[in-house]
């Protein structure tokens, strides 16, 4: 089994930055396709961005130009820097990874779950 383990939330105004990372370890047989998701309360769990297994990363469009995802196999870990932060942005978000080769930014592509890293945007 994965275990994911997020760090690098926390508080920042509007137009801050932070780097999250997601480590994974645990019993890991093969490379992996990891991604970011983020749900606020009352929402849903959405998509942030993703990495699949052949290096092919995408970002969801509330994102695009202020993230910069990526991953390091050697590690096995997973990298979101998130730039001009904005207050809509506050939510816990969360590390996922599978073994399919290629995902999409939907929840139920991904097995294997972080506990979440709570990021919060003051305006």
């Known amino acids: 089994r994965v275990q994911l383990v997020e760090s690098g939330g926390g508080s920042v105004e509007t137009g801050g930055s932070l780097r999250l990372s997601c480590v994974a370890s645990?019993?890991?047989?093969?490379?992996?396709?990891m991604g970011w998701f983020r749900q606020a309360p009352g929402n849903e769990r959405e998509g942030v961005a993703y990495?699949?297994?052949?290096?092919?990363?995408a970002v969801a469009d509330f994102v695009k130009g202020r993230i910069t995802n990526t991953k390091d196999n050697a590690k096995n870990t997973l990298y979101l820097q998130m730039n001009n932060l904005r207050h809509d942005d506050t939510a816990k978000y969360y590390c996922a990874a599978d073994y399919k080769i290629r995902v999409a930014l939907r929840p139920s592509d991904f097995e294997y779950w972080g506990q979440g890293t709570q990021v919060t945007v003051s305006s």
């Open positions: 645990g019993y890991i047989y093969g490379r992996f396709s």
């Open positions: 990495v699949n297994i052949d290096g092919h990363i």
